[in-house]
């Protein structure tokens, strides 16, 4: 699977761990909310880079305080309809300040590209035949954003503020 960051194509240096038995220790690797829980301590010994994959009916305060173990916070959207992980997003972003990589993964969309960066991710797992030219063809779509978010980006109402000025 193709993964963009920062509008490129990048490497994915974590195994996706998912189905392995036993974990390994001695990669970077991705696992499972029930992983983590069943091999914490395992996986703390080996002092690789770890990230977490959470389902959407999983939400980021499971992790409590084990939170800052993780580089990679992976958020699965199992269908296009369920937005439960750009809510996840906003809070490992706004309220829990998670600085690592946020990847949304699973049935991401190139039309919800934009609203998934405006939430807090910044990697973005797609699979299309082209997934570049998708993260292209989205990459200047909105130059004026309504919604508060955490981008830093002005919203509309404090653009025409300072063209009043």
């Known amino acids: ?3 963009i960051r920062n509008g490129k194509l990048v490497d994915d240096i974590h ?4 189905t392995l038995d036993p974990v390994p220790v ?11 829980q069943a091999h914490r301590d395992t996986l703390l010994a080996g002092k690789q880079s770890l990230g977490i994959r959470l389902q959407s009916d999983q939400p980021p305060a499971l ?7 993780f580089a990679v916070v992976a958020l699965e959207f199992p269908k ?20 690592g990589e946020l990847r949304a993964v699973g049935d991401v969309l190139q039309e919800q590209l934009n609203y998934m960066q405006r939430c807090g991710f ?4 797609i699979s299309t035949a082209d997934p570049l ?8 779509d909105h130059t004026v954003w309504y919604q508060a978010t955490g981008d830093g980006r002005p919203r509309a109402l404090e653009l025409r503020r300072q063209q009043a000025r």
């Open 133 to 140: 030219a998708a993260w292209q063809a989205i990459e200047n």
């Open 1 to 3: 699977m193709a993964l």
């Open 63 to 69: 992790l409590g305080a084990d939170l800052r173990h």
């Open 26 to 36: 001695d990669q970077p690797v991705i696992v499972s909310l029930l992983q983590w």
């Open 80 to 99: 296009f309809r369920d937005g439960r992980a750009y809510t996840h997003a906003r809070m490992l972003r706004e309220r829990l300040g998670f600085r």
């Open 15 to 18: 195994i996706d761990a998912r």
């Open 122 to 125: 910044d990697t973005f797992e």
